[in-house]
């Protein structure tokens, strides 16, 4: 599985996944930390990311795009530090990594971590 780490996802993150045995790469060491969300979401989809971010903007993104793809974990944690979210992206791995390689928009948050599949439809 490969991860590409959105602005608000630190770069500390990276080795860690790594070690982990996943590809992992942030958007400003693609050039791409200017890019628009669109276009972040259309190179993670074109490139078989799945997208970390702490950004509202790509889960409707997704919503009005009716795409399956790419998956997209949204941490809307209170403490964004690297270790807490690590580990917190463990507990989706746990929970939601068949989610993630089949199409999900996933939102964690210290209560929950909620998976929607790909394409959202209304409900």
Same mark, same amino acid.
């Given at each position: 599985?490969?991860?590409? *780490? ?18 992992a790469a942030h ?7 200017? *890019?628009?969300?669109a276009e972040i979401l259309a ?9 970390? =971010? ?30 807490? =979210? ?5 507990? =989706? *791995? ?20 909620? =998976?929607?599949?790909?394409? *959202?439809?209304?409900?």
């Open positions: 599985m490969k991860f590409l *780490l959105d602005m608000g996802i630190s770069i500390h993150l990276i080795p860690e996944l790594r070690s982990d045995g996943f590809e958007i400003a060491d693609l050039s791409a930390g200017t *890019l628009p969300d190179r993670a989809r074109e490139e078989g990311y799945v997208l970390l =971010v702490h950004d509202l903007d790509f889960p409707a993104l997704m919503a009005a795009s009716g795409s399956r793809s790419p998956s997209v974990v949204v941490f809307r944690l209170k403490n964004m530090r690297p270790e807490n =979210v690590l580990s917190f992206f463990r507990k =989706v *791995l746990a929970t939601a990594k068949e989610d993630l390689e089949q199409g999900a928009i996933v939102s964690v948050t210290e209560g929950t971590i909620r =998976v929607r599949s790909l394409p *959202l439809r209304d409900s």
